[in-house]
């Protein structure tokens, strides 16, 4: 009689068990979209909106759809990037751990604009690297088009770290609004960026490291695209900014705004020096 009961109470923690994890998995993804939007803004210092986070344990993919990075005050477009669709494949097991391995994110088409000036950090998307760069906290929120958010009082749980084996952006399309020494408006398409062995190690990385590592290839590989697009720049302008591509992969704890002068010698006689 007695091992029927302990056999039935087994049986009825399975079936809770089980049932806890299929509600936990099914709101998951409405917890992980919270969490972007929340501290999204926190290290961009824009708006970020995500319009649908699906995760499932069992499989270990994840999907993000509709999220939209808005942009720093001062600039006109709405958005800076917009992303349709990512896909993202990790390990099941290690989402409950200290580390999260992710084997993979794949992002196709982004659509990202561009706006303002090549030269430092005056221009949209230099500006938003500029504020994840100078994160120094929740609260410092002032300059922005964010809402005010502040801590959980007391909050004192370290990030969670993470592993990203590969991060690929596909077909991301550029819409560039130049100001400036060039005034022109033109689209063009990024050749593949490519990130691998990201947080390896058991160190990891945080979600800001990841931010900042993919945001400097974002806006590295879109000055120089530009750059070598826009004819009027000329080749010495071209090197000039694929120098402060350079630079902003090298220093992007300091942003960009340290390669101005070595841009302003490179365009020469269209600076009128």
């Known amino acids: 009689m007695k091992v029927k009961i302990i056999a039935g109470i087994l049986v009825l923690f399975a079936v809770l068990l089980l049932v806890a994890v299929l509600v936990v998995g099914t709101h998951l993804g409405d917890l992980v979209k919270a969490g972007m939007e929340n501290v999204g803004p926190r290290l961009t210092r ?12 069992f499989s270990g993919s994840a999907g993000v759809q509709g999220l ?7 600039f006109k477009a709405l958005t800076s990037i917009s992303v349709s669709n990512a896909a993202i494949n990790l390990a099941p097991g290690s989402v409950l751990s200290d580390k999260i391995v992710i084997h993979s994110i794949e992002v196709h088409a982004p659509d990202i604009t561009f706006e303002g000036s090549l030269l430092g950090d005056n221009n949209n998307l230099s500006k938003i690297l500029a504020n994840v760069n100078s994160l120094s906290g ?8 964010a809402p005010a958010l502040t801590a959980p009082a007391g909050s004192k749980k370290p990030a969670k770290k993470l592993e990203v084996d590969n991060f ?36 990891g990385i945080t979600g800001a490291d990841l931010t ?24 010495d302008a071209a090197k000039a900014a694929r120098g402060m591509v350079s630079d902003v992969l090298q220093n992007s704890s300091n942003g960009v705004g340290g390669s101005v002068d070595k841009l302003k010698k490179g365009l020469g006689g269209l600076l009128g020096h």
């Open 46 to 57: 824009t708006t970020l909106t995500v319009e649908k986070v699906n995760l499932s344990l």
């Open 168 to 203: 690929l952006i596909t077909g991301a399309k550029v819409h560039a609004n130049l100001t400036g020494l060039v005034n022109k408006e033109f689209s063009l398409t990024l050749p593949d960026i490519h990130l691998t062995d990201l947080g390896k190690g058991a160190d």
């Open 138 to 145: 929740p609260g410092n929120q002032t300059g922005t088009n």
């Open 212 to 235: 900042q590592k993919v945001l400097s290839q974002i806006t590295a590989a879109t000055i120089q695209a530009l750059a070598s697009d826009a004819a009027n720049l000329g080749k």
């Open 68 to 74: 939209v990075l808005g942009n720093p005050e001062g």
